[in-house]
C-alpha cells in the first residue's frame, strides 16, 4: 500500500525530476526497511513450555522500542519491548509477527515462522507389566529434573526424580502422567500401560522368568589353556507358557551360534552354546560370552561370562616365519613397527610371508590358518610338511573399521588328535584414527 501511494503520488503530480528522484528514493528505502527488518529467535528449535527469546531488529532504528507482538498461538495481541519471550504450550507451526514504526516515521510488518515440538516422553519398563513387580518409569528430554508424577491409580509423587519406580496391586488399564517443575507445567506428558495378572504355567504368555549363564563347573568365570576343546557356555532358563525361543549366543560381541527351540508347558530347561565348535580357545587374553534373547522379548539384561586364555600357554614353536611382507594391492609394500601394522579404514591389502618347519620328523598333514580378530579369513592345507621346508603363503585382509585389531596367523598338526599348535604370529593392526 505504501509503494502504490508513493508511485500514485508522483504520477499524479506531475513533479519534477527532482521530486521523482526523491520519490523513488523513498520507495528503496521502504524496501531496504523491510528486507533487513529482522525477527530472530532462540532456541533455534524450541521445546514445548520452553522459554523463547524473540528479538525484533531494523537498521532504521524502532521508535520508543514499542512492537506490537502477535505469537499466532490465539493469546492476545500485546505491546511489548523488542525483545520478548514466549512459551508456547502446544506443537505446530507457528508464524509470529512484529508490527512497529521505526524512527523515521515508516510503518513496518514483519514475520517469522517457528516450529515448536514436544520431545518429552514417558517410557518404561518392563516392556509387560505384572500385577506385585516393580514397574519403572523414565522421564525422558523433561525440561527439569523435578517431577511430579500420578501413576493412575490414586499414587502421586511429588518433587520426584526423572525415573520412579511404582508397583501396582490390581490388574487393569492406567493412564500415567507425569509434570515439569513438580506440577508447575501447564502441560501433562502421558502414557497408557496394561498391568497383567500374572499367571504362571502352561496357560501363562509365553515369556522368560529366570536366565542364567555358566560353565560347565557352575561358575562365571574360568581359565583355560590355549586350544582347549571343548570350551562350552550353558544358559539355565525358566520360562511361562509355550512358545519358540530364538536366541544367539555372541563370543567378544559377535555372532557365535544360533538356537531356535520349541518350548512347551512351562519349565525349566538348560541351553548350550555347542560342542563342535566349542568357544574358540586360540587367542590369548579376557573373552566374554553373552546370550542375546530375540524371541520372546524380555527385559531381562543378562550378564556376561567371561574366559580367560593365558599367553603362558603359548606355543612351543616348531615352525618359523621368515620374510613376511604387508603389501597394497597395488604392490606397494606397507611398513611395519615392532609386529603392528598401520593401514587405513576400509582398505584391503596383502599379507606374503614364508614358513618354515622346525619339526624333527615329517607333519603328515599341516593347515596354516589366518584370522582376524576371532574370524578366519584364510586356511591352507600343506602335505607332507618336512623339516626345514619353506612354505609360501599368501593372503588378502580388508579392514572393514577404524577399531584396532589384531592378525594372527597360525600353523596346526592336524595328523594328531586333537590337533596340535605348531606356531602362532600375531599382528596388530592400526587403523587412521588410532595410529
Not at 618347519?357 to 578366519?376: G, K, M, V
Not at 610338511?385 to 593372503?395: A, G, S
Not at 602362532?424 to 592400526?430: A, C, G, S, T, V
Amino acid at each position: 500500500m505504501q509503494f502504490c501511494f508513493l508511485i500514485s503520488y508522483c504520477v499524479e503530480g506531475k513533479l519534477r525530476r527532482l521530486k521523482i528522484a526523491i520519490c523513488i528514493f523513498s520507495f528503496f528505502i521502504l524496501i531496504y526497511q523491510n528486507l533487513f527488518a529482522t525477527i530472530n529467535y532462540s532456541p533455534s528449535q524450541p521445546n514445548v513450555e520452553q522459554q523463547v527469546t524473540l528479538t525484533v531488529t531494523n537498521p532504521n532504528g524502532i521508535a520508543g522500542n514499542r512492537v506490537q507482538w502477535n505469537f499466532g498461538d490465539g493469546s492476545p495481541i500485546q505491546w511489548g519491548p523488542t525483545v520478548k519471550t514466549k512459551t508456547f504450550t502446544s506443537q505446530g507451526t507457528y508464524t509470529v509477527s512484529a508490527i512497529y514504526e521505526t524512527i523515521n516515521k515508516q510503518q513496518v510488518t514483519d514475520q517469522r515462522t517457528i516450529t515448536v515440538v514436544e520431545r518429552r516422553i514417558l517410557s518404561y519398563t518392563p516392556f509387560r507389566p505384572f500385577v506385585g513387580h516393580p514397574v519403572t518409569f523414565t522421564a525422558q528430554n523433561f525440561l527439569s529434573s523435578d517431577i511430579r508424577w500420578n501413576f493412575g491409580d490414586q499414587t502421586v509423587i511429588n518433587n520426584g526424580s526423572t525415573k520412579e519406580t511404582h508397583v501396582y496391586t490390581m490388574p487393569g488399564t492406567y493412564t500415567i502422567k507425569a509434570w515439569d517443575w513438580n506440577g508447575n507445567s501447564a502441560v501433562a506428558i502421558s502414557i497408557v500401560i496394561t498391568v497383567l495378572q500374572e499367571i504362571r504355567g502352561p496357560r501363562a504368555p509365553f515369556r522368560i522368568s529366570f536366565i542364567r549363564l555358566r560353565f560347565a563347573d557352575g561358575k562365571s568365570y574360568k581359565v583355560v589353556p590355549k586350544d582347549f576343546e571343548p570350551l562350552i557356555a550353558y544358559a539355565d532358563i525358566k520360562y511361562e507358557g509355550t512358545g519358540i525361543l530364538r536366541a544367539q549366543w555372541l563370543v567378544d560381541g559377535s555372532p557365535f551360534k544360533i538356537i531356535s527351540q520349541s518350548l512347551t508347558f512351562a519349565r525349566d530347561i538348560i541351553v548350550d552354546s555347542g560342542k563342535i565348535p566349542g568357544l574358540p580357545t586360540l587367542i590369548p587374553g579376557i573373552h566374554e560370552v553373552s546370550l542375546r534373547i530375540i524371541e520372546p522379548q524380555t527385559e531381562y539384561t543378562i550378564p556376561v561370562i567371561r574366559y580367560f586364555v593365558p599367553l603362558k600357554d603359548a606355543v612351543k614353536k616348531k615352525a618359523v616365519i621368515g620374510s613376511l611382507k604387508v603389501m597394497s594391492l597395488d604392490s606397494m609394500e606397507i611398513p611395519m613397527r615392532i609386529d603392528a601394522i598401520g593401514l587405513p579404514a576400509e582398505d584391503y591389502f596383502l599379507i606374503k610371508g614364508r614358513i618354515k618347519s622346525t619339526n624333527e620328523s615329517d607333519i603328515p598333514f599341516a593347515l596354516l590358518r589366518i584370522y582376524l580378530d576371532n574370524e578366519l579369513i584364510n586356511q591352507q592345507l600343506i602335505k607332507k610338511l618336512k623339516p626345514n621346508q619353506e612354505i609360501d603363503f599368501e593372503t588378502s585382509i580388508h579392514n572393514p573399521s577404524f577399531s584396532a585389531k589384531k592378525i594372527y596367523i597360525t600353523l596346526y598338526d592336524i595328523s594328531r588328535s586333537p590337533p596340535e599348535l605348531l606356531y602362532l604370529k600375531r599382528l596388530n593392526l592400526i587403523t587412521g584414527e588410532n595410529r
